[in-house]
């Protein structure tokens, strides 16, 4: 595992960090009094109820809940784990990510050998391969075929294409000069091992694709055959940095060419990408050695509200379009669109616009399959709707299938195709699919539910930090039997300590118990106007202390007589007095 970042660095940059530059350089901002605005782009909507506020460093989204700090926009923007978001915020800052050695690790070197020098290995190799397009003995046979596959150096350049050699241990002779760097390569899966010990490179006599993350870092690769042989494609094994459901091949090219997409196509393979960004229809990627997962579809629909899957069509190509299916249902949001094209057999995106230019496969795209008759196509394509069994497999089939969609114009869709398939009406449809229950962030409910006082105080706490330096701190207060006395505490304590952001405050209580709650309260709307922030939290703060006073008088006043000192005796007659002063 990689060093720990160390938590002052990251409050350092999320200090540092503009909330308004973050946000603004993926999603247009237009100005709203004191904040900005925009549609949200984390679900479909006509009308803004995104907000990002500066003086918070705070952005919240009133239609579906999203919020929090530069790094949560990235991670849910970009896709990105926190590390990697961390890492991506600094880096658009001009920073330096430290790492801190674990605790009773004693290797503090096995951090930069797992992912600094990680990325750096995989990227000499990606190099090494595209090198052996002027040096191998083999090169005049690969450019040929390259050439033979319609591509030209400015793409193969783009793509970062490359030969693996056909011996047995180039990786490994370039590479695998010390017993550490040899372990390093097994891990990242570019050499492997026999049942006898014996190292060999992992990818030989392949055209070789790099696969990049988001972040434009190679993480992995794919190789493919140049004349007959199996397995025709090769793909890099699950590696610490390789993960291929959540990478999609060409979606770092496909970045670098649109800041902004109207459709995106999913096809199957490596070369279709290529080929296809050859011809310039650059918005293309592919999974990699699997359906479109969960994880594809969600970052897709994070960048256009059109996503096409291009597959072939004999039955792995449906498979896998079902698939994606599947795992799009509780991704769809209304103003999304999801739809499928099946190629003829024998063809793919590669042969397509070889034959008929981009004009050609962009006017296949424009009439693929919606992704209401895909799905009534697929189950449907073995009952007999005629029969009462057929229509009640039909329901079968589908129910489970509209319940978990999560658009209600989506599943209102499908219910009205569902009851025309049956002869009946939605309203006795709806008898047989319940449409399911779902908790609506933000609902009137929720709001209604009125606030304790200590939840009160530390909501305006977090949405206004320089609250915590109108009053001292008051250690005593620890002992009141109020639930989240210590988490207000914390935060007074936090807050009075330096002047803050609410990004900040959250930030210090990432991945606590505690943070889920305190997230929600930073959007809590508290209906109270500005000039009385200060009056409400004063307030809030004394029924605090009056709380506490009559807790102690109570346990003072239960004290047997023989325990009553003249000390104790004090702070009874005091606390009375205080109390009536009160």
């Not at 503009?18 to 100005?31: A, F, N, P, T, W």
């Not at 009640?392 to 299938?401: D, E, H, K, M, W």
């Not at 505690?514 to 508290?526: G, I, Q």
Request: aromatic residues 8%; charged residues 30%; proline residues 4%.
């Amino acid at each position: 595992m990689a060093g720990l970042i160390p938590r002052d660095f990251i409050q350092d940059l999320v200090a540092r960090a503009d909330i308004v530059s973050v946000v603004e350089s993926r999603v247009r901002l237009k100005k709203a009094g004191r904040n900005y605005q925009a549609c949200c782009p984390f679900h479909n909507e006509k009308s803004p109820s995104f907000t990002v506020a500066p003086d918070k460093q705070f952005y919240h989204c009133f239609g579906c809940g999203a919020h929090g700090n530069a790094l949560d926009f990235i991670m849910e923007y970009d896709g990105l784990e926190f590390p990697d978001a961390v890492e991506e915020l600094a880096s658009s800052m001009g920073m330096e990510v430290p790492r801190e050695q674990r605790a009773g690790s004693g290797k503090p070197a096995r951090a930069k050998a797992e992912i600094e020098d990680d990325f750096q290995l995989m990227e000499r190799c990606a190099k090494f391969f595209a090198n052996q397009l002027k040096t191998s003995p083999e090169r005049e046979r690969v450019i040929g075929y390259l050439k033979n596959r319609g591509l030209s150096g400015e793409v193969v350049r783009d793509f970062g294409i490359g030969y693996a050699p056909e011996a047995w241990d180039a990786i490994l002779k370039e590479f695998g000069g010390t017993k550490e760097r040899q372990q390093q390569l097994l891990a990242l899966k570019m050499i492997t091992e026999n049942d006898r010990g014996k190292r060999f490179d992992f990818f030989r006599d392949r055209i070789m694709f790099p696969i990049r993350d988001r972040r434009g870092r190679v993480v992995g690769f794919g190789g493919r055959v140049l004349d007959k042989g199996e397995p025709k494609y090769l793909n890099s094994p699950e590696t610490r940095l390789f993960h291929k459901g959540r990478e999609l091949y060409g979606f770092y090219e496909m970045k670098q060419h649109h800041r902004e997409l109207e459709r995106v196509i999913i096809v199957e393979g490596y070369m279709d990408v290529v080929a296809l960004a050859q011809y310039g229809v650059t918005n293309a990627v592919a999974a990699l050695g699997t359906a479109a997962t969960s994880d594809h579809l969600q970052l897709l629909f994070r960048q256009a509200k059109h996503v096409v899957c291009c597959f072939d069509g004999d039955r792995a190509g449906r498979d896998a379009a079902w698939r994606a299916l599947e795992n799009a249902l509780p991704l769809l949001r209304d103003g999304t669109d999801l739809r499928f094209l099946f190629l003829p057999d024998g063809e793919d995106p590669d042969t397509i616009v070889r034959a008929e230019g981009a004009e050609g496969f962009q006017a296949r795209v424009d009439k693929a399959q919606s992704f209401r008759d895909y799905f009534f196509e697929h189950i449907t394509a073995d009952l007999d709707l005629r029969t009462d069994a057929g229509k009640s497999a039909l329901v079968a089939n589908a129910r489970p299938l509209i319940e978990r969609v999560a658009s209600d114009f989506y599943r209102g869709l499908l219910m009205e195709t569902l009851a025309g398939k049956l002869s009946r009406t939605v309203q006795e449809i709806e008898k047989l699919v319940p449409v399911p229950t779902q908790v609506r962030t933000g609902s009137t409910a929720a709001k209604a539910k009125p606030l304790s006082p200590i939840a009160r105080a530390i909501g305006l706490l977090v949405q206004h930090p320089y609250l915590g330096q109108l009053v001292p701190v008051h250690p005593e207060l620890e002992g009141l039997q109020l639930e989240g006395i210590k988490v207000f505490m914390g935060l007074h304590r936090q807050t009075q300590a330096a002047t803050l952001t609410t990004a900040q405050v959250l930030e210090a209580w990432r991945g606590t118990k505690h943070e889920p709650h305190l997230r929600k309260l930073a959007s809590w709307e508290h209906q109270v106007l500005e000039e009385n922030i200060e009056q409400e939290f004063l307030e809030t703060f004394m029924f605090l202390i009056d709380r506490y006073l009559e807790q102690r008088y109570e346990e003072l006043k239960a004290l047997p007589a023989h325990e009553m000192s003249k000390e104790r005796l004090h702070e009874l007659n005091e606390l009375i007095r205080m109390m009536k002063r009160s």
